[in-house]
């Protein structure tokens, strides 16, 4: 994934319906009873950072776990994208007090998986000095990490979240369920005057901010409960991705020490990824206002002014443009050439208009400038047109379920209909040892997906395009399990 740090989809209960698999369901106040908690394709902050980690931009699988709004790529199951490393201006525009400490390297991963509590003990004595050495006072280390709980759980849902399948029709299921809409439209009543505020100053669409909100906390409701200190340290002793967490630990010190929230308040995903929107603490840093002017910037309390701002202030910074659609629904006409429908083939609406694409509703495709065609089940499955906004939101999280899931979600709350295509229902998801196996496959025919690491993005599509076409098949590039069985022959 490619992370602003969208690691993947991480730890964040909300989008809990999405794709409970890579983020937590947070144990907090329940979301209304008639919205099951949203399924977590990875999320933003820890989307971020662990999908950037993990997936290729672009990928278009749906995430294991998405990171948040970060640094570049989030790990799969991480929170919001974990965007920046350097501590984040404040809305104000002002410098923060101190400035920010240089990078601290790894302080040497323990073995968890056998140590348990002695070994993430030991982890923590000797990543103090370091600690101390990036700037984090005695005080602030001791408070956060004295007595920090082992838990088991974390490392075993972090390893494990790299093998979360989910079809794309499934994750969309639950996450623009009648549900999330209707208690989205609520929402977006309750908290009009702080949408509009964040739409005004960011120029970022309202319905976009409350769709991430509503993927990934049900809107609130299910904003995690987990230490974020305790999680990210448990992770940054385990050797998987310890660099990456030990940068997210000491964002987390930092933001403990700028007293911006209190050691106790500072909850979330099992992955560290903290309140409304999901933010990793590095996206923190750099992207979270404070939108209310009580002088914190608050992610994680019961208003969500701050964190809608940041929300939009995260993705105006990552390119969005203001009154551009994420994309279109559309209809492509019998003997479509299905090689155009590549992320590096832009066209001006009217040229796939005069190809014979058509908007699904029969409206003229408006023309927001050069845009792509998307299929991401195949040519059985819903068709559509995508602008750069689309890309803006891959910030956030890099797989294309949960933009298409934001997009859609957007749409509908501001009245729009459900997607008139169809999705080839009867298949499945391929597992992860699927994907590793047709990736080889691939490779042993002379199709290069760009390695075997399990994760279909640009390149594994590409191949599959490229082998459908040397066997005379439809070139949509879609990794079906009747690829794989082909492939077996």
């Known amino acids: 994934m490619r992370l602003p740090l969208v690691l993947i989809l991480a730890a964040a209960p909300a989008l809990a319906e999405i794709d409970a698999s890579v983020r937590p369901p947070a144990r907090p106040a329940p979301a209304p009873a008639s919205e099951p908690a949203p399924p977590a394709p990875l999320s933003a902050a820890v989307r971020d950072a662990v999908a950037r980690a993990q997936q290729p931009a672009g990928s278009d699988a749906p995430p294991a776990a998405p990171p948040r709004p970060g640094e570049g790529a989030a790990p799969a199951s991480a929170g919001v994208a974990t965007i920046a490393t350097a501590a984040p201006a404040r809305d104000t525009g002002t410098a923060p007090a101190r400035p920010a400490p240089a990078a601290v390297p790894p302080a040497g991963p323990a073995d968890l998986s056998n140590?348990?509590?002695?070994?993430?003990?030991?982890?923590?004595?000797?990543?103090?000095?370091?600690?101390?050495?990036?700037?984090?006072?005695?005080?602030?280390?001791?408070?956060?990490?004295?007595?920090?709980?082992?838990?088991?759980?974390?490392?075993?849902?972090?390893?494990?979240?790299?093998?979360?399948?989910?079809?794309?029709?499934?994750?969309?299921?639950?996450?623009?369920?009648?549900?999330?809409?209707?208690?989205?439209?609520?929402?977006?009543?309750?908290?009009?005057?702080?949408?509009?505020?964040?739409?005004?100053?960011?120029?970022?669409?309202?319905?976009?901010?409350?769709?991430?909100?509503?993927?990934?906390?049900?809107?609130?409701?299910?904003?995690g409960t987990d230490s974020t200190i305790a999680s990210l340290a448990i992770l940054a002793a385990d050797p998987r991705r310890s660099a990456f967490f030990e940068d997210q630990l000491l964002a987390a010190l930092r933001i403990l020490q700028a007293g911006e929230v209190a050691p106790g308040g500072m909850r979330g995903s099992w992955a560290g990824a903290m309140g409304h929107t999901q933010f990793m603490p590095t996206s923190f840093l750099r992207y979270a206002v404070d939108a209310d002017g009580d002088g914190r910037r608050d992610v994680w309390g019961d208003d969500p002014a701050d964190a809608l701002a940041s929300t939009a202030r995260y993705l105006a910074a990552h390119g969005w443009t203001t009154g551009q659609p994420w994309g279109v629904e559309v209809t492509l006409p019998e003997g479509f050439d299905f090689t155009e429908a590549r992320r590096d083939n832009p066209r001006a609406p009217a040229e796939w208009q005069a190809m014979g694409v058509r908007a699904a509703d029969g409206a003229p495709i408006p023309d927001h400038g050069p845009a792509?065609?998307?299929?991401?089940?195949?040519?059985?499955?819903?068709?559509?047109?995508?602008?750069?906004?689309?890309?803006?939101?891959?910030?956030?999280?890099?797989?294309?379920?949960?933009?298409?899931?934001?997009?859609?979600?957007?749409?509908?709350?501001?009245?729009?209909?459900?997607?008139?295509?169809?999705?080839?229902?009867?298949?499945?998801?391929?597992?992860?040892?699927?994907?590793?196996?047709?990736?080889?496959?691939?490779?042993?025919?002379?199709?290069?997906?760009?390695?075997?690491?399990?994760?279909?993005?640009?390149?594994?599509?590409?191949?599959?395009?490229?082998?459908?076409?040397?066997e005379g098949r439809v070139p949509d590039g879609y990794a079906s399990p009747a690829v794989l069985d082909a492939l077996r022959q």
């Open 115 to 223: 140590g348990g509590q002695p070994a993430l003990d030991a982890w923590i004595a000797a990543f103090r000095p370091r600690a101390l050495a990036a700037g984090i006072e005695p005080a602030t280390f001791d408070a956060a990490l004295s007595d920090v709980p082992f838990d088991p759980r974390i490392i075993t849902r972090d390893r494990n979240q790299t093998e979360f399948t989910k079809t794309i029709w499934d994750y969309l299921d639950t996450a623009v369920s009648d549900a999330r809409i209707a208690n989205g439209r609520a929402a977006m009543e309750r908290h009009a005057g702080a949408l509009a505020a964040a739409e005004a100053e960011h120029g970022v669409d309202r319905h976009v901010v409350a769709a991430i909100w509503g993927l990934e906390s049900a809107y609130g409701g299910f904003r």
């Open 372 to 470: 792509t065609i998307l299929l991401p089940a195949g040519h059985q499955g819903a068709a559509f047109m995508i602008w750069p906004n689309f890309a803006a939101l891959e910030a956030y999280n890099t797989a294309d379920a949960y933009v298409i899931g934001v997009g859609h979600l957007a749409d509908r709350l501001r009245g729009g209909p459900a997607f008139a295509g169809g999705w080839p229902r009867a298949d499945r998801a391929l597992t992860g040892d699927e994907r590793r196996e047709l990736q080889r496959r691939l490779t042993e025919r002379g199709f290069d997906p760009g390695g075997v690491d399990g994760r279909i993005g640009p390149l594994t599509v590409g191949a599959v395009r490229d082998w459908q076409l040397a």
